[in-house]
């Protein structure tokens, strides 16, 4: 507390991201980082890339990115968006598009980043009950609103909308930006990106965190129509010139380059979501249906926080979130088939 | 333009930076960016990094160089905040310290991001005008405000104040938060570091950009007592909580480790600034005092945007802002001495 502060910062109440002990001693299943390194292309970068070109600023604009990514996603380059992470797009975006008159609206049980940037950028908000089963009801989005934002699959639930209701949210919502944050929609959801074309308030954000195995690296991006996009750089441009780093650029190249790789870590990492979810269940747990890189899963009678301090004990970390409706449920990312099984067995320990 | 765009965006006038074209044809004394390669540590901190660990998210507070630059300059871990360059840094700055009921004050020629910084957190502001020989007077600060902003060297004067006058500043402004942008201290100037112990409301401001030659990284940091540090912190966990990615981090604390290779290279720029303010004053060019990697010029009867053209078909960039009061001048970084030789006979030529 300073009396130097802003009036803001007094009110500010930031978000707590899982823990990231710095030593690694635990089996990290709490931020759903990928459990394998990223494409051998990147050591190679790595091995190749001359420290000379540090001395120059990066290209502003990540010109080189920008088209990989567009031609990447079947977009021009005014479509595209890159920055320091999807956190900082999803910043940009709050304050670009979704700082308006009227609430904006977001689930209740959601990315608990949402109700943080609204308090950095005053921005009123609204949120819409999942139904029972945590699943989104697109219907309950219809009422006047300053923007909707939603990540699919949901997190924490990991519940994936259809395109179907996401192209319905989209008809029901033309006169407010629609954002879909889809930092997860690799493993097993389906991208709104070819709503893109005839929706010119669809903003799509995306990540290299999670299924590109790169979260040290801080890469993310968003697509939309140009004018969407136009309105983020005229943001960024008032608050960083060159938020990606000419290293990062390269790096992100050489992931979007290895598509083979790509897929093959997806893969993996869905067989064994498929095997954990099994494995759950047959200890009792409650698991709801992931579309992401984590399972959300609750036990009948055991209480989850207890759950998360025994887990931690025990050297594994998951993330125990609290709070209405989900204060029984914790959020386990898909670590390696070993590390599920390192999970499994400590839970039927601790159950036992 | 767009429907979807918040009001604010509208009214955004971006931060334009000096060209940076990637063919890299040009001899480049546009954005100062120094003539050397960084360290010859970060090419094998790039040689040795296993791109295994980029799959974890970094450390959020990037504690390892948080606690390298606290012991570099004599402080505390909780002084010190790190962010992604120093724009992101005095980004977060303003809003933390600087949005306040009264109008900041910074001089009338400055660095030109800090009006826009001011547009993007509805910021009011009064620009002090410089003195007749470009030189701040901190007397003139003797005002109600909601805090002062200056650079040290100033930009793109490059001129210096004493510690002395920083001192008389922090004196006689006891009641709003005082931010010194040292971007370009290390080329001449006297660091108000010191002043810290004796001053909560001071903060100052660095990158990695000039003197460690990283401007490809994006690495900046702010220097403050604890509670400020806090402020910074709070804005920045409102934002985004992986600002600093785990390459910068290991690269910054490579930098920070070869304070022989730093110096060196400071010594030989200042080296090369003095030729070149010599030369450049037998053309008859007028130079303010530079402290800083860069030189500020005006020649009596040249027009200095047609000298910028005729610079740029020659192949060489130098920086013209133009605007009241400076658009007879020019910035000039300064380059290898090769690249200083090639300006001033380039200009011998144009001035024939």
Chains 1, 2 share one sequence.
């Not at 502060?5 to 710095?22: A, D, F, I, N, T």
């Not at 009950?129 to 997190?155: H, K, Q, S, T, W």
Request: charge should be negative; aromatic fraction near 10%.
């Amino acid at each position: 507390m300073s009396q130097y502060w802003s009036k803001l910062v007094h009110r500010l109440e930031p978000y707590v991201p899982g823990e990231q002990p710095q030593d690694q001693a635990y089996i990290k299943l709490n931020t759903n980082e990928s459990p394998y390194p990223p494409s051998p292309a990147i050591q190679r970068v790595l091995g190749t890339f001359a420290a000379e070109n540090l001395r120059r600023y990066p290209d502003p604009q990540s010109g080189d990115l920008v088209t990989a990514l567009a031609a990447y996603h079947g977009l021009g380059d005014d479509q595209v968006f890159v920055g320091n992470g999807s956190d900082e797009v999803l910043a940009h975006a709050f304050q670009a598009l979704l700082q308006q008159d009227t609430p904006i609206l977001f689930p209740d049980i959601s990315y608990s980043f949402y109700p943080v940037y609204c308090a950095l950028y005053r921005i009123d908000f609204e949120r819409i009950a999942l139904d029972e089963a945590f699943r989104i009801r697109v219907d309950d989005y219809r009422r006047g609103n300053g923007g909707v934002i939603l990540p699919n699959p949901n997190a924490p639930t990991g519940i994936a909308l259809t395109l179907r209701d996401i192209a319905r949210l989209l008809e029901q919502n033309r006169s407010s930006a629609v954002i879909i944050d889809e930092a997860y929609v690799d493993f097993g959801a389906a991208t709104a990106v070819p709503l893109i074309a005839d929706h010119p308030n669809l903003l799509v954000t995306r990540s290299f965190s999670k299924s590109r195995n790169l979260a040290g690296l801080r890469l993310g991006y968003a697509l939309g129509h140009a004018d969407l996009i136009e309105g983020l750089q005229r943001v960024k441009n008032s608050f960083n010139s060159y938020p990606v780093d000419s290293l990062a650029s390269s790096i992100g190249l050489a992931s979007i380059d290895d598509e083979d790789y790509f897929q093959d870590c997806i893969r993996r990492i869905v067989a064994s979501r498929e095997k954990l979810v099994t494995d759950l269940r047959q200890l009792g747990f409650e698991t709801f249906p992931s579309s992401a890189n984590f399972v959300f899963v609750r036990h009948p009678d055991r209480n989850a926080e207890k759950l998360y301090f025994d887990l931690k004990s025990a050297g594994i970390l998951v993330r125990y979130f609290g709070g209405a409706r989900i204060d029984d449920c914790l959020r386990i990312t898909v670590g390696s088939d070993d590390e599920c099984a390192a999970l499994i067995s400590a839970l039927a320990s601790l159950l036992k």
